[in-house]
């Protein structure tokens, strides 16, 4: 079991920046790729960014790429997500989830192929 706790949403205007903080706990969290989603309310949840286990590997979804930046600190068993240059269609709630370790890069953006999620934090960028 690993539970996952992010912070550090809120309320910023375009062209802002925020950073959110995953923290982990209970099962070894070098052993996870990590994940990032978001959801809008009406819409499916949609991937964010990954991380591999060392840190080494980015993956970005397209409308986030060169804007967000993941990373992580297994020493503090916490993974991150920079967020800069906020757009107004960046309001969601944002979700860190543990990718089950028997699935690999194919299911990487599937929200299906994550065991593990946080309860999610709300980032609302006004225009």
């Known amino acids: 079991q690993v539970q996952l706790v992010e912070s550090g949403g809120g309320l910023v205007q375009a062209g802002g920046s925020l950073r959110l903080p995953c923290a982990a706990s209970g099962r070894t969290f070098s052993n996870y790729v990590m994940g990032w989603f978001r959801q809008a309310p009406g819409t499916e949840r949609e991937f964010v960014a990954a991380i591999s286990r060392s840190g080494g590997r980015l993956y970005y979804a397209d409308s986030v790429k060169g804007r967000f930046t993941t990373s992580r600190d297994n020493a503090k068993n916490t993974v991150y997500l920079q967020m800069d240059s906020l757009k107004p269609e960046d309001t969601a709630a944002y979700y860190c989830?543990?990718?089950?370790?028997?699935?690999?890069?194919?299911?990487?953006?599937?929200?299906?192929?994550?065991?593990?999620w946080g309860q999610g934090t709300q980032v609302t960028v006004s225009s």
């Open positions: 989830a543990a990718q089950n370790p028997k699935n690999g890069v194919a299911t990487l953006s599937l929200p299906i192929g994550y065991d593990y």
